[in-house]
């Protein structure tokens, strides 16, 4: 049952050339259980994750994306506003590639639910903060999917994939005991 909800998620969401890439493959399925106020910290899933789908199995729980955009709103403006995303995208680039000194630290300036999308459980939310915050938070159910991808094309490199620092995400920590896949 596993090997084939792994083939109909990459049939669905992966086109045939990426999926037969050597550098990029679909993994097994794995099971996270956290317990009460257990987190992940912001992080990227990388190789070989070019596609993340998380499966809330229990309905608990919340996943904040910091640097996700709205339409025409990007929080990174926030953080920078004379350069702002290709400022990002270049110190996220020199972090991956290991150059010392390099820094995504932004302090305090990003909060979950005002900055980038938290996709969170519908017990955590208020419905009036959920109208206010005008598509920045997603309610999720039992059995909801998130899927998003770890790169993207950028148009002033050689054209490959390059791992997004739009992908960056958390674990929030868990209400209740939180169960993913």
Do not use: C
């Not at 020199?94 to 932004?106: P, Q, T």
């Amino acid at each position: 049952l596993e090997i084939q909800l792994v083939k109909e998620i990459r049939s669905v969401l992966i086109q045939d050339e990426v999926a037969s890439s050597s550098d990029l493959m679909v993994e097994l399925l794995q099971v996270l259980k956290y317990s009460e106020g257990g987190l992940y910290e912001i992080h990227h899933d990388g190789k070989p994750r070019f596609l993340t789908v998380i499966y809330y199995l229990n309905g608990v729980g919340a996943t904040w994306f910091p640097f996700a955009t709205i339409g025409d709103w990007d929080p990174s403006n926030d953080i920078s506003p004379i350069s702002g995303a290709s400022d990002l995208r270049d110190r996220f680039a020199r972090i991956r590639k290991g150059e010392e000194g390099a820094s995504m630290d932004v302090g305090n300036l990003l909060q979950p639910g005002i900055h980038g999308v938290i996709v969170a459980s519908r017990s955590m939310l208020d419905e009036d903060d959920i109208l206010a915050a005008e598509g920045r938070i997603i309610p999720l159910d039992k059995g909801d999917v998130l899927a998003f991808y770890n790169y993207e094309y950028v148009e002033e490199d050689d054209g490959s994939p390059q791992e997004s620092f739009r992908a960056l995400h958390m674990g929030m920590p868990a209400e209740d005991e939180k169960i993913i896949a």
